[in-house]
């Protein structure tokens, strides 16, 4: 069980590089089995979830590798539509692949998904929408059975707006004949860098960002595609709260500042200097953060359900009392009791958690349940006394690329 140490107290200073997007990476990395010609990714994170997607796509009969932050990806000799159950049970987005083995092979079988346990995240909107595509689905014992040689384009109207389901359907449509047009879809950045990715490889697709996605199916072949993935948002954020824990200030480089508004705004509610320019972000904070009133978690561009933890961890030590409301799952507070070994003074009801903020935090031995949750307990190791050990950190890197050496190259000294 691996583990990370912080010894809280110490000041982040200096530059750090954000790097390229998960929530980008593993869809587009799915996608690949739709191209003809070779792919290459820059910017492709080193991740445990990044390396369980290309150990799927191998295989798959897929030629895969990543080499300092570059992925090589041919699936000319793609020959597989059965994904191998023991690894997508390691993995959440597993589930992205039904969509491009349908558009490559006609065909798909995938074992219910794995991932973080933070609440119910039900594959249905995934499954109708690639029913109302013409694809005829069954479930037997635990896998889900795809068949989609009578597919074609659609109408599709999401009840809510799910990015996976969004994503899935994207890649489904981008190859079979007939328009399609998904209303009420997710507007997250991701979204619309799946959409930039397909049409780099002989997709039509537009209106990615907007609540309506058009795709005109019937892709073109394209010998080869290059492509550099979106930093990542959640990445910086978490950085960001880091800075607003421990005091002092940071640059952070190749990040997307209008992608983050939310977060921008709730830090400078908590009195955080924030300055942004095209692609980079100078965030500065000194003494205690002030409390703040109300985070929400919405879908995008609400405040993302992916920062909920981290800024929880800030509102342990504001000077005031902080009301959090998680909308989007209800298993997302398992920090909570972690915190509380810290000395956090919370209270919590359901989805919402009223975080009433002490002066210091205590260093402590605890655990991580989940990604954003171990990011948490990090950030909140560095506003403690004393020396804090996070340990099952093999969730934290499932989504960060090295956080602890990133932190550390900022003074926070962890190991």
Same mark, same amino acid.
């Given at each position: 069980? $691996?583990?990370?140490?912080?010894?809280?107290?110490?000041?982040?200073?200096?530059?750090?590089?954000?790097?390229? $997007?998960?929530?980008?990476?593993?869809?587009?990395?799915?996608?690949?089995?739709?191209?003809?010609?070779?792919?290459?990714?820059?910017?492709c994170p080193h991740l445990s979830?990044? *390396?369980?997607?290309?150990?799927?796509?191998?295989?798959?009969?897929?030629?895969?590798?990543?080499?300092?932050?570059? $992925?090589?990806?041919?699936?000319?000799?793609?020959?597989?539509?059965?994904?191998?159950?023991?690894?997508?049970?390691?993995?959440?987005?597993?589930?992205?692949?039904?969509?491009?083995?349908?558009?490559?092979?006609?065909?798909?079988?995938?074992?219910?998904?794995?991932?973080?346990?933070?609440?119910?995240?039900?594959?249905?909107?995934?499954?109708?929408?690639?029913?109302?595509?013409?694809? %005829?689905?069954?479930?037997?014992?635990?896998?889900?059975?795809?068949?989609?040689?009578?597919?074609?384009?659609?109408?599709?109207?999401? %009840?809510?707006?799910?990015?996976?389901?969004?994503?899935?359907?994207?890649?489904?449509?981008?190859?079979?004949?007939?328009?399609?047009?998904?209303?009420?879809?997710?507007?997250?950045?991701?979204?619309?860098?799946?959409?930039?990715?397909?049409?780099?490889?002989?997709?039509?697709?537009?209106?990615?960002?907007?609540?309506?996605?058009?795709?005109?199916?019937?892709?073109?072949?394209?010998?080869?595609?290059?492509?550099?993935?979106?930093?990542?948002?959640?990445?910086?954020?978490?950085?960001?709260?880091?800075?607003?824990?421990?005091?002092?200030?940071?640059?952070?480089?190749?990040?997307?500042?209008?992608?983050?508004?939310?977060?921008?705004?709730?830090?400078?509610?908590?009195?955080?200097?924030?300055?942004?320019?095209?692609?980079?972000? *100078?965030?500065?904070?000194?003494?205690?953060?002030?409390?703040?009133?109300?985070?929400?978690?919405?879908?995008?561009?609400?405040?993302?359900?992916?920062?909920?933890?981290?800024?929880?961890?800030?509102?342990?030590?504001? %000077?005031?009392?902080?009301?959090?409301?998680?909308?989007?799952?209800?298993?997302?507070?398992?920090?909570?009791?972690?915190?509380?070994?810290?000395?956090?003074?919370?209270?919590?009801?359901?989805?919402?958690?009223?975080?009433?903020?002490?002066?210091?935090?205590?260093?402590?031995?605890?655990?991580?349940? %989940?990604?954003?949750?171990?990011?948490?307990l990090t950030i909140a190791g560095?506003?403690?006394?004393?020396?804090? $050990?996070?340990?099952?950190?093999?969730y934290i890197d499932r989504g960060?690329?090295?956080?602890?050496?990133?932190?550390?190259?900022?003074?926070?000294?962890?190991?």
């Amino acid at each position: 069980m $691996a583990s990370i140490l912080v010894s809280g107290g110490r000041k982040i200073v200096g530059t750090a590089r954000v790097s390229g $997007a998960k929530n980008a990476a593993l869809p587009i990395l799915a996608a690949t089995l739709i191209a003809r010609g070779p792919v290459e990714l820059t910017d492709c994170p080193h991740l445990s979830d990044v *390396e369980n997607m290309l150990k799927i796509l191998r295989s798959l009969g897929v030629s895969c590798s990543l080499e300092a932050g570059t $992925a090589h990806i041919d699936a000319a000799k793609a020959e597989r539509c059965i994904m191998p159950q023991s690894i997508s049970k390691e993995i959440r987005s597993s589930i992205f692949m039904l969509g491009p083995l349908l558009s490559r092979f006609g065909e798909a079988v995938c074992a219910y998904p794995g991932g973080c346990e933070i609440g119910h995240r039900p594959v249905d909107l995934h499954l109708k929408g690639l029913a109302a595509l013409g694809a %005829d689905i069954r479930e037997e014992r635990g896998y889900i059975i795809c068949d989609g040689h009578n597919m074609h384009g659609g109408e599709i109207h999401l %009840d809510y707006p799910s990015v996976g389901a969004t994503e899935n359907i994207m890649m489904a449509a981008a190859a079979v004949t007939g328009d399609t047009v998904i209303t009420n879809s997710a507007r997250e950045p991701e979204i619309e860098e799946l959409q930039n990715f397909l049409n780099s490889i002989g997709g039509d697709i537009r209106g990615a960002g907007t609540s309506t996605i058009y795709i005109k199916g019937g892709m073109e072949e394209v010998p080869a595609a290059a492509h550099r993935i979106m930093p990542d948002r959640i990445a910086a954020g978490t950085l960001m709260c880091a800075v607003a824990m421990a005091g002092g200030e940071a640059e952070l480089t190749d990040v997307c500042p209008e992608h983050i508004g939310s977060l921008i705004s709730k830090l400078r509610e908590a009195g955080c200097h924030i300055s942004c320019g095209r692609d980079t972000l *100078e965030i500065r904070a000194k003494g205690r953060p002030k409390e703040i009133k109300l985070i929400e978690t919405l879908p995008y561009p609400g405040f993302p359900t992916d920062m909920q933890a981290q800024i929880f961890a800030l509102c342990t030590v504001a %000077d005031g009392t902080s009301v959090i409301v998680e909308n989007l799952f209800e298993n997302r507070f398992r920090h909570c009791a972690e915190l509380i070994k810290m000395g956090a003074n919370i209270t919590q009801k359901d989805r919402t958690a009223i975080v009433r903020g002490v002066e210091k935090l205590s260093g402590a031995v605890v655990y991580a349940k %989940d990604l954003r949750g171990g990011a948490a307990l990090t950030i909140a190791g560095l506003g403690a006394e004393g020396m804090t $050990a996070v340990e099952n950190t093999e969730y934290i890197d499932r989504g960060y690329q090295r956080l602890d050496e990133t932190l550390n190259s900022l003074g926070a000294c962890g190991s």
